[in-house]
């Protein structure tokens, strides 16, 4: 073979191998084409997400389906509604905008500020160990607070019910340093931080600087209330009694009335 037709069939072999290289790149070009053209579902955002806003509650009244083309998926993009756990929003994710998991984080990382949305305020209730439940008192526990007070304020007639309930513990009870204690006595030794709504901080705060009250822990499953009421000394001796004896006990109080 001549030095000539040696080059010819160098470049030829040459030539063939660019076509196959050309044909194989043009056949995945228009693969991957194809696949990014090809529509898939996704969650988006019905309605402004505010930031703070737990994955539970996401899932139950946030989201919709759509359908995207494959290369407009964001990274990150949900593929169940339920995915994102106990998560929360960590900044607010707008109206139409693909739900991923990036724009979430843990509520360990987040706090108690990540479980304050909307009318939601911590307040810290300072108070002694009964008061709080302090080492049964768990973060997360649901609480009642019944409340003791004058009524009129005046007057030595005692009224006790329930004020606020099923309030959220964002930080139960604990014990500061006893050295604190010791060098200020007057100061209570526990806290206790519950979530509650503006309107319900004022009525918390008003018994605990002007009765008594406890707080009451609730049911953790299948919670349940009996119908509102107050008691009095008139209301706790009359309970259950019937009219024959408090006819009789009203007769026995007046004969030894002097």
Do not use: C
Request: proline fraction near 3%.
């Amino acid at each position: 073979m001549t030095y000539r037709l040696k080059n010819i069939v160098i470049a030829v072999a040459l030539a063939l191998v660019a076509g196959l290289l050309t044909v194989f790149y043009v056949t995945n070009y228009k693969r991957d084409i194809r696949s990014a053209e090809s529509s898939v579902t996704v969650w988006v955002a019905s309605k402004d997400i505010p930031a703070g806003t737990s994955g539970s509650e996401v899932a139950r009244g946030y989201l919709t389906k759509q359908q995207v083309a494959k290369r407009n998926v964001t990274p990150g993009a949900i593929a169940e509604a339920d995915q994102l756990g106990d998560q929360v929003a960590a900044d607010t994710i707008y109206a139409g905008e693909q739900v991923t998991t990036r724009r979430f984080t843990s509520t360990s990382e987040q706090g108690i500020r990540a479980q304050l949305t909307g009318n939601k305020r911590a307040v810290a209730v300072p108070g002694e160990a009964e008061q709080l439940l302090a080492g049964t008192l768990e973060d997360g526990d649901r609480v009642d607070v019944i409340g003791n007070w004058n009524f009129p304020e005046d007057k030595t007639r005692h009224v006790t019910r329930i004020v606020l309930r099923d309030i959220l513990v964002l930080d139960a009870a604990s014990v500061q340093d006893t050295s604190e204690k010791i060098t200020n006595p007057d100061r209570a030794a526990f806290a206790a931080i519950l979530a509650v709504t503006d309107a319900q901080a004022q009525k918390l705060w008003w018994i605990v600087k002007n009765g008594d009250w406890s707080l009451e822990l609730r049911p953790t499953t299948d919670a349940a209330d009996s119908p509102e009421s107050a008691e009095s000394a008139m209301s706790m001796l009359t309970d259950g009694i019937g009219a024959a004896k408090l006819a009789a006990l009203v007769a026995a109080e007046g004969s030894q009335t002097p």
